[in-house]
């Protein structure tokens, strides 16, 4: 089992800058590629981000790609997401998730965390 608990959402204009944070724990951080997932009102989760394992590998949705970084830190079992140049469109929550890699988490599969919201006015 792996628990995900994230952080760092909250309000924010258009054009500003938000970090997420996804803090991770029981089994080996580590051997897990990490990602991000959103859903808007009304809309179904999508695919954000995504890390490999060892942190060498990145994939981004093209709707985030040149604004949003991935990254991760094994030794403190956390995962970022940095979001600049921040849209409207961005409003969502946003989901952590913990997959076996990236491939298989594009799948929506593997665990996930609660949640944290982001919002952003024009």
């Known amino acids: 089992q792996v628990q995900l608990v994230e952080s760092g959402g909250g309000l924010a204009q258009a054009g500003e800058s938000l970090r997420l944070s996804c803090v991770a724990s029981?089994?080996?951080?580590?051997?897990?590629?990490m990602g991000w997932f959103r859903q808007a009102p009304g809309k179904e989760r999508e695919f954000v981000a995504a890390i490999s394992s060892d942190g060498v590998n990145t994939n981004y949705a093209d709707s985030v790609k040149g604004r949003f970084t991935i990254s991760r830190d094994n030794a403190d079992t956390t995962v970022y997401l940095q979001m600049n140049s921040l849209k409207p469109e961005d409003t969502a929550v946003y989901y952590c998730?913990?997959?076996?890699?990236?491939?298989?988490?594009?799948?929506?599969?593997?665990?996930w965390g609660k949640g944290t919201l982001v919002t952003v006015s024009s």
């Open positions: 029981g089994r080996t951080f580590s051997s897990y590629a």
């Open positions: 998730n913990a997959a076996s890699s990236i491939p298989i988490m594009r799948y929506g599969v593997g665990y």
